[in-house]
């Protein structure tokens, strides 16, 4: 079983800058692609970014250019660096990753946006 721990939300002005975690912990052996996605009120969850074991990465084109997401591969953990946040970035981000073709989520972090 794997289990997820994210840390990093909050709140942020416009403008502003934070930093998401997500450490897998529990039976890790080999895991492919990690990613974070987010959901806003009264909206489905998207897709925000992910990258695979390899370094590729993928966004969506809302947060191309502001937004970065890396791995560290010896700590099992994914990181999402946020930039020039905007109120329409506030969501409930969640950390997803895959290994042998199962999805394991973590439970949310919620980052909230003000203007």
């Known amino acids: 079983q794997v289990q997820l721990v994210e840390s990093g939300g909050g709140l942020v002005q416009a403008g502003g800058s934070l930093r998401l975690s997500c450490a897998a912990v529990?039976?890790?052996?080999?895991?492919?692609?990690m990613g974070w996605y987010r959901q806003a009120p009264g909206k489905q969850r998207e897709l925000v970014a992910t990258?695979?074991?390899?370094?590729?990465?993928n966004y969506a084109g809302s947060v191309k250019g502001r937004f970065t997401i890396s791995r560290d591969n010896a700590k099992n953990t994914v990181y999402l660096q946020m930039n020039s946040l905007k109120p329409e970035d506030t969501a409930v981000y969640y950390c997803s990753v895959q290994q042998t073709y199962v999805n394991y989520w973590g439970k949310g972090i919620l980052v909230n946006v003000s203007s």
């Open positions: 529990g039976s890790i052996f080999s895991i492919n692609t």
């Open positions: 990258i695979i074991s390899g370094g590729s990465t």
